[in-house]
């Protein structure tokens, strides 16, 4: 390639010209869906319906770092490198795209079925925290494990689930359709029983929900059940202000 060749890259658009009418909110709908959002699932309904996770980045995850070895491998400046990380921005831009497209069809399909719609306040930035390091007190300098590797797993999948993006779009489309979403606090919603309001304790493995009062379902449509049912009473709370 001559050297006063310059590489560029080109992204072809198709832009329409229309006239756009206010969004007309839809009919009044008493349906309610409380959603549990997790990593297993990507979400779970009160209803008992479980939503597959995608996984995208995780899918496209060897590709990515194949294209990043090539990347590194390629020689600062050159034209070559500079192909490869375009190739290497293409990959990454085809796993954003497919996750708001998951996210844009999914709270649409919530938003049309739903008069409310509940989920729990997440704060995300806190659950992807990196654990502090533990001094170890018997060797000077050294650390006790505290089991950064497991959690930076979990953080890579929480962070491909997406959830704030996800949450946000069906709040946006919720008001301008003239529905409702409801963020409840996340505090004991998966150790709440859902049928006698008994707390029985789990760890983060047990995926089945079982209790004395006779309750047996799956952990997360409990969950999604609790949920339902704070956002419901948060939603009646609003409408007596």
């Not at 590709?63 to 990454?92: C, E, F, M, V």
């Not at 989920?119 to 950064?148: F, R, V």
Request: charged share 25%; glycine share 8%.
């Amino acid at each position: 390639m001559p050297k006063n060749k310059t590489f560029k890259y080109r992204l072809w658009y198709v832009t329409f010209s229309c006239v756009v009418s206010e969004d007309a909110p839809l009919p009044p709908s008493k349906a309610a869906v409380g959603l549990d959002l997790g990593v297993l699932y990507f979400a779970t309904l009160s209803t008992g319906e479980h939503i597959e996770n995608p996984r995208h980045y995780r899918k496209g995850l060897k590709h990515i770092q194949a294209l990043s070895q090539i990347k590194d491998r390629r020689k600062k400046g050159s034209h070559r490198r500079k192909r490869a990380a375009i190739a290497l921005a293409r990959a990454h831009r085809k796993v954003r795209n497919q996750r708001v497209n998951h996210h844009h069809q999914l709270s649409r399909r919530l938003v049309n079925g739903y008069g409310l719609i509940a989920m729990e306040d997440l704060s995300i930035l806190n659950m992807t925290a990196t654990p502090e390091p533990k001094p170890d007190p018997e060797h000077e300098g050294q650390y006790l494990p505290n089991g950064a590797v497991a959690k930076a797993g979990l953080n890579q999948s929480i962070l491909d689930a997406g959830w704030g993006q996800f949450q946000q779009m069906c709040i946006v489309k919720a008001e301008r359709a003239g529905r409702r979403v409801v963020l409840v606090d996340p505090r004991m919603t998966s150790q709440l029983c859902s049928q006698c309001g008994a707390v029985v304790h789990k760890t983060l493995d047990p995926r089945w929900h079982s209790c004395e009062c006779g309750a047996e379902l799956d952990r997360d449509h409990n969950s999604a059940i609790t949920i339902l049912s704070r956002g419901q009473e948060v939603a009646h709370k609003g409408t007596l202000l």
